[in-house]
């Protein structure tokens, strides 16, 4: 079995299995691509050639949906892995954050309409209305639920609308 500490790298940058836990503590791709510096130098080096896809791999296998980053290409090319890091890192950045920016909304509006709810019909209807709400994703969606809400439809029609979509 391969004993990871035991690998030493170019330039005497450490044990390799240090540099790999270096890696994974990082929680964005920046931090990732900031601390990917010595898998730039792995890539020319030719004693490590068969860890290499096992390095493009483990990045775009784990690493990176672990800080959820999904639908990437997976690949065990690591130049293009690198690369890749570097192209889409504000890209990632911008949809996390935009992501994060449309969860919030879409909580706020589920919490309004819950308490809109709340304040016309029984705790009966409210408990499966809440778990409805938490499954609709679209904001188009939830502003429709609102506008039931404002034409004053029942509890049972409310919620036999939103279970019909």
């Known amino acids: 079995m391969l004993d990871l500490r035991q690998i030493k790298l170019p330039d005497e940058k450490g044990n390799l299995l240090v540099l790999l836990q270096r890696l994974q ?3 964005t791709p920046e931090a990732l691509n900031e601390r990917a510096d010595w898998l730039r130098e792995l890539v020319a080096c030719k004693d490590f050639e068969e860890l290499v896809p096992a390095f493009a791999g483990w990045i775009t296998w784990v690493l990176l949906p672990e800080m959820g980053i ?3 290409d ?3 090319n690591l130049r293009e892995v690198l690369e890749m890091l570097e ?3 504000m890209n990632w950045a911008q949809t996390i954050r935009e992501e994060g920016i ?3 909304r ?3 509006y589920r919490e309004m309409l819950i308490d809109q709810a709340g304040t016309r019909f029984e705790e009966s209807v409210i408990e499966p209305l809440a ?3 938490r499954a609709i994703s679209d904001r188009q969606r939830l502003i429709e639920v609102g506008r039931w809400l404002v034409d004053g439809v029942s ?3 409310l919620l036999a609308r939103l279970e019909q979509r």
Request: hydrophobic share 25%; net charge negative.
């Open 74 to 76: 997976r690949s065990e």
């Open 102 to 104: 449309e969860t919030g």
């Open 87 to 89: 192209t889409k890192r």
């Open 70 to 72: 999904t639908g990437l």
């Open 25 to 27: 503590v990082c929680e």
């Open 106 to 108: 879409l909580d706020g």
């Open 131 to 133: 778990a409805l709400l």
């Open 155 to 157: 509890g049972d029609t």
